[in-house]
C-alpha cells in the first residue's frame, strides 16, 4: 500500500514515533510545518478551533492510498496543525489512520482531556475515511514510582532506549490494526 506519513511534533516525540512509522511500513514521511509555530499561538488556537494556516506538503497528499497522521494532543484538542491539514486534505485523502503519542493515560481516555474526544473530531472530520485511531501514552514508559506525575510525563522524550514494553506491544497492534507486521525489531 503506497503510504505516506504526515507528522506534526512541538516536543520530538511525534517525530520519533513517525520515523518510526514510515520505516515499518516503508512509506514516505513529511512533517506538517504551520505558519505561525509559536507554542502559545498554536495552543489557543487549537482551543478556540482557528488556524493560522500550514505549509504546503510537497508530497501530493491524492497520491496515497494511506496516509498515516501522527501528533499530539494538547488539553484534549485536535490541535490546529492536525486540523487544519486535515480540512486542507479532506478531499485527497483516500484512508487515514491517525496516531497520537500524547501525555494522557489509558484511564483518562474518555474524560475532558482524554484522546477518544479527539478520535470522534477526527472521525467527524473524514468520516468513513478513518481506517483507525490509535494512542501510545507517553504514561506507558514512565517509571513507575512516577506514572502519572505531569511533570515527569511533560519531559519525558521517546528514544530507542525507553521504547520498550508496553508501549512496544501497543506499537505492534498498532501496526497489525494498519494491517503490516514490523519491518524492524522494536
Known amino acids: 500500500m503506497n503510504t505516506l506519513v504526515v507528522y506534526y511534533s512541538h516536543t520530538g516525540n511525534n517525530a520519533y514515533l513517525a520515523r518510526k512509522l514510515a ?15 509559536v507554542f502559545g499561538f498554536l495552543l489557543i488556537s487549537s482551543w478556540l478551533g482557528i488556524s493560522f494556516g500550514v505549509r504546503k506538503l510537497k508530497h501530493v497528499v491524492g497520491n496515497y492510498d494511506l496516509i498515516v497522521l501522527t501528533g499530539p494532543i ?13 480540512k486542507q486534505n479532506k478531499k485527497s485523502i483516500r484512508q487515514l489512520f491517525f496516531i497520537t503519542n500524547c501525555g494522557g493515560s489509558d484511564a483518562i481516555r474518555d474524560d475532558k482531556f482524554g484522546y477518544n474526544k479527539v478520535f470522534a473530531k477526527v472521525h467527524a472530520l473524514l468520516g468513513a475515511r ?14 513507575e514510582e512516577h506514572p502519572e506525575q505531569g511533570v515527569t510525563v511533560m519531559k519525558t522524550r521517546l528514544s530507542d532506549i525507553n521504547f520498550k514494553s508496553p508501549m512496544t506491544e501497543r506499537y505492534q497492534q498498532i501496526l497489525s490494526d494498519i494491517g503490516v507486521r ?3 525489531s522494536v
Do not use: H, Y
Request: a neutral charge; one cysteine or more.
Open 23 to 37: 520505516t515499518d511500513l516503508q512509506a514516505d514521511i513529511e512533517p506538517i510545518r504551520p505558519r505561525l509555530n
Open 74 to 86: 494538547w488539553t484534549g484538542q485536535l490541535i490546529s496543525p492536525l486540523r487544519c491539514f486535515l
Open 130 to 143: 478513518v481506517k483507525g485511531c490509535a494512542e501510545l501514552p507517553i504514561p506507558l514508559i514512565v517509571p
Open 182 to 184: 514490523s519491518m524492524t
